[in-house]
């Protein structure tokens, strides 16, 4: 992955750190009992995506999109001091839909990278897939949902070797401002959606095991993927 570091001014974004003890449903490491931090406008270190500022649906936003026609989709890790993933809970707005250099099959990809390892090597990460929330075809209403790890478990090895184990359906639509949670505690992730009180999508074997990590605004190929409003807490 190419690797560059931008400053990307007056993103709405907000971090808010863990506030109970790790025994209380997990905690974001080393952030225990801390009072809700505002980022710095924008730090983001952007690996194989391009960033800006704009506005989307009534409201300022980071707009990703992949360079060059890339095909490879990409990640943008987010730099907040101490902000080491491990277990817990992560909020964003997501709104993604075809981008400039979509093909067909490509469906607005767009989520979150988890427990991201140095230089984005590995990372767990799950996203939407915004154009097939409402398709007509049912199957691809099936896949609207998406666990994958990266390099090594992609969706497509997931989808041949264990299918509908790691994809789901919930209702999307593509370039509108969709709430994401995601919740983790050792080795499994509940995908939350639309501030539903139950998950859409629960993996009960997270490929990288228990390690933390950092934490990474996440686009698939041909997607135009616009995010605010991020945050991290203690799980519920």
Same mark, same amino acid.
């Given at each position: 992955?190419?690797?560059a ?23 974001i490491a080393?952030?225990?009992?801390r009072?809700? @931090? =505002? /980022?710095?406008p ?8 391009? #960033? ?5 649906? &009534? *409201? ?5 999109i ?8 990409? @990640? =943008? /890790? ?6 080491t993933?491990?277990?817990? #809970? ?5 709104a &993604? *839909?075809r ?12 989520g ?8 984005a ?22 896949h ?21 184990r ?10 509108a ?6 919740e983790?505690?050792?080795t ?33 190929p ?14 519920r």
């Amino acid at each position: 992955m190419r690797l560059a570091t931008v400053v990307v001014a007056g993103i709405a974004l907000a971090a808010m750190m863990a506030l109970g003890s790790s025994r209380a449903h997990g905690a974001i490491a080393g952030q225990q009992r801390r009072a809700p @931090v =505002a /980022l710095e406008p924008g730090a983001l270190t952007l690996l194989d995506v391009t #960033a800006s500022v704009a506005q989307h649906a &009534g *409201r300022q936003a980071v707009r990703l999109i992949e360079p060059d026609n890339g095909r490879r989709g990409g @990640v =943008a /890790l987010i730099n907040i001091s101490g902000l080491t993933f491990t277990d817990g #809970a992560l909020e964003v707005d997501v709104a &993604g *839909r075809r981008g400039p250099f979509a093909v067909p099959d490509d469906r607005g990809f767009i989520g979150l990278a988890f427990r991201v390892r140095p230089g984005a090597a590995e990372y767990e990460y799950i996203y939407l897939r915004p154009d097939n929330g409402r398709a007509n075809d049912q199957v691809r209403r099936n896949h609207s949902t998406q666990y994958a790890s990266h390099p090594a478990f992609d969706f497509a090895r997931l989808r041949q070797e264990s299918p509908e184990r790691y994809e789901s359906y919930v209702d999307l639509e593509a370039g509108a401002w969709t709430r994401m949670r995601i919740e983790v505690q050792g080795t499994t992730a509940r995908l939350f959606v639309h501030d539903a009180p139950q998950p859409a999508l629960v993996v009960n074997d997270l490929k990288l095991g228990t390690g933390g990590g950092g934490v990474g605004l996440w686009i698939g190929p041909g997607t135009e993927g616009f995010f605010s409003r991020f945050s991290s807490a203690p799980a519920r």
